[in-house]
C-alpha cells in the first residue's frame, strides 16, 4: 500500500500517526509539503514516514492521496498532482469546504471520498464523517483503512458542514470547556497544578464511563445525583444558564464559516 499526503499540519499528522500506531507500515506513508518546510524532515526522523518534494515520486503507483491543505492552497497542488496522477488512484479530502464535484473536475474525476475526522485520531478515536463520490467502488477498503485512526460515520456530502462544526472543531469546544472548569477549580482554592490534574483525570474517566457504558448520558448523571445532594445543588445552579442555547450559537457559527469556505 502507498498512501501520500499532501499536507502535514495537525490534522493530517494525527491521521497517519493513528495509522502507523494501528499497524500501517511508516514506509508505506509518504509526506509532503512546501519546500523548508521542517516537519518533512522531522516526521521522518520520530516516525519513519518517506518525506518528498517530487511529485512523480510521489504519486507513482499511489493507492490513495490525501489531500489535507488549507482549502485555499487547493489548486497550487492540483498543479503538482495532475501531471502524475494515475486512473488508479483514489483522492481522500479532509479539506473544509471543497466538493467533491470540485475535486473531481479538477483531477481527471479519480474516485473520491471525503473525510472530516478530527485531531483525537492521533490516539485512534478520531469520529470520520464519510462522504462517497457518485463513481466510488472499494468503499469497504476505505472504510476500513480510516478505521485504524477512528470510529466512520457515513452522511450526506450536504452534511459536511454540519459534521465539520460538531466533531471536527467539537474537540476545541470541549477543551474551552475544560480549560474553564479547570480555572474555576483554582478559584475555589485549588492550586493551578492541582485544578490541571483533577480536571485531567475528571475527563478521562467520565469519557471511560461513557465508553464503557449503553445507558443514556441523561442516566448516567441521574445515578450521581442525589436529591438535595452536593451534586443536585451544583446541577440546579447550572440548570439556570442555557447551555444548549450556547451549543446551538457555537454549532452554528462553526457551521456557518464551513458555508462561507465552501462558496470560495
Same mark, same amino acid.
Given at each position: 500500500?502507498?498512501?501520500?499526503?499532501?499536507?502535514?499540519?495537525?490534522?493530517?499528522? @494525527?491521521?497517519?500517526?493513528?495509522? %502507523?500506531?494501528?499497524?500501517?507500515?511508516? $514506509?508505506?506513508?509518504?509526506?509532503?509539503?512546501?519546500?523548508?518546510?521542517?516537519?518533512?524532515?522531522?516526521?521522518? $526522523?520520530?516516525?519513519?514516514?518517506?518525506?518528498?518534494?517530487?511529485?512523480?515520486?510521489?504519486?507513482?503507483? #499511489?493507492?490513495?492521496?490525501?489531500?489535507?491543505?488549507?482549502?485555499?492552497?487547493?489548486?497550487?497542488?492540483?498543479?503538482?498532482?495532475?501531471?502524475?496522477?494515475?486512473? /488508479?488512484?483514489?483522492?481522500?479530502? %479532509?479539506? #473544509?469546504?471543497?466538493?467533491?464535484?470540485?475535486?473531481?473536475? /479538477?483531477?481527471?474525476?479519480? $474516485?473520491?471520498?471525503?473525510?472530516?475526522?478530527?485531531?483525537?485520531?492521533?490516539?485512534?478515536?478520531?469520529?470520520?464523517?464519510?462522504?462517497?463520490?457518485?463513481?466510488?467502488?472499494?468503499?469497504?477498503?476505505?472504510?476500513?483503512?480510516?478505521?485504524?485512526?477512528?470510529?466512520?460515520?457515513?452522511?450526506? $456530502?450536504?452534511?459536511?458542514?454540519?459534521?465539520?462544526?460538531?466533531?471536527?472543531?467539537?474537540?476545541?469546544?470541549?477543551?474551552?470547556?475544560?480549560?474553564?472548569?479547570?480555572?474555576?477549580?483554582?478559584?475555589?482554592?485549588?492550586?493551578?497544578?492541582?485544578?490541571?490534574?483533577?480536571?485531567?483525570?475528571?475527563?478521562?474517566?467520565?469519557?471511560?464511563?461513557?465508553?464503557?457504558?449503553?445507558?443514556?448520558?441523561?442516566?448516567?448523571?441521574?445515578?450521581?445525583?442525589?436529591?438535595?445532594?452536593?451534586?443536585? #445543588?451544583?446541577?440546579?445552579?447550572?440548570? /439556570?444558564?442555557?447551555?444548549?442555547?450556547?451549543?446551538?450559537?457555537?454549532?452554528? #457559527? @462553526?457551521?456557518?464559516?464551513?458555508?462561507?469556505?465552501? /462558496?470560495?
Amino acid at each position: 500500500m502507498k498512501i501520500v499526503f499532501y499536507g502535514i499540519g495537525n490534522m493530517a499528522s @494525527a491521521i497517519f500517526k493513528g495509522m %502507523i500506531n494501528e499497524g500501517i507500515k511508516p $514506509e508505506e506513508i509518504y509526506v509532503t509539503s512546501t519546500p523548508g518546510d521542517p516537519f518533512l524532515e522531522r516526521y521522518k $526522523e520520530e516516525l519513519g514516514v518517506v518525506p518528498s518534494l517530487d511529485d512523480a515520486l510521489l504519486l507513482r503507483d #499511489a493507492d490513495y492521496v490525501v489531500f489535507a491543505t488549507k482549502p485555499q492552497d487547493f489548486d497550487s497542488v492540483v498543479e503538482r498532482v495532475k501531471p502524475y496522477l494515475e486512473d /488508479k488512484t483514489i483522492l481522500v479530502s %479532509i479539506m #473544509a469546504g471543497t466538493t467533491i464535484k470540485t475535486i473531481q473536475n /479538477k483531477l481527471n474525476g479519480n $474516485e473520491t471520498v471525503r473525510i472530516m475526522p478530527n485531531t483525537n485520531a492521533v490516539v485512534q478515536h478520531a469520529v470520520n464523517g464519510v462522504a462517497f463520490s457518485d463513481n466510488f467502488t472499494n468503499k469497504e477498503e476505505l472504510l476500513g483503512l480510516i478505521e485504524t485512526f477512528g470510529t466512520n460515520v457515513l452522511i450526506d $456530502e450536504s452534511e459536511f458542514n454540519q459534521i465539520t462544526a460538531a466533531t471536527g472543531s467539537g474537540p476545541a469546544f470541549l477543551y474551552h470547556i475544560y480549560e474553564k472548569y479547570s480555572d474555576s477549580l483554582v478559584n475555589l482554592g485549588f492550586s493551578k497544578e492541582q485544578a490541571d490534574v483533577l480536571t485531567r483525570e475528571l475527563v478521562i474517566g467520565t469519557a471511560e464511563m461513557i465508553k464503557n457504558s449503553d445507558l443514556p448520558l441523561s442516566t448516567l448523571r441521574e445515578n450521581i445525583t442525589s436529591k438535595k445532594g452536593t451534586t443536585d #445543588a451544583g446541577l440546579k445552579s447550572l440548570y /439556570k444558564h442555557d447551555i444548549e442555547e450556547m451549543f446551538d450559537q457555537t454549532l452554528e #457559527a @462553526a457551521k456557518t464559516r464551513g458555508e462561507e469556505l465552501s /462558496k470560495d
